[in-house]
């Protein structure tokens, strides 16, 4: 991250205009998680998951739950889609 920090200190994103797509972002709303669910995994597959969810900055519970929420959201494109 520092790396990526040093370069926008010296570069301006306007040099990069011409090459950026436009992308549509989703913001889902703030709710309140009043549920939980215990999900048993393997040792290894938790440190897999918990070492990925660090370099993306956000935690292991997150990381799932967006994971979760994508595969959601999938799964109703392609039902919605036959």
Same mark, same amino acid.
């Given at each position: 991250m520092?790396e990526?920090?040093?370069? !926008?200190?010296?570069h301006?994103i ?8 436009e ?5 889902l709303p703030k ?20 070492a990925?969810?660090?370099?993306k ?7 799932v739950r967006? !994971?979760?929420?994508e595969?959601?959201?999938d799964e ?5 889609g036959r």
């Open positions: 520092q990526e920090a040093d370069f !926008w200190d010296t301006s306007n040099d990069y205009l011409p090459e950026l797509k992308t549509r972002i989703e913001y709710v309140k998680k009043e549920s939980n669910i215990v999900l048993r995994m393997e040792p290894e597959l938790k440190k897999r998951l918990a990925l969810s660090r370099k900055g956000i935690t292991l519970s997150a990381l967006i !994971w979760l929420i595969k959601l959201q109703a494109t392609r039902q919605n």
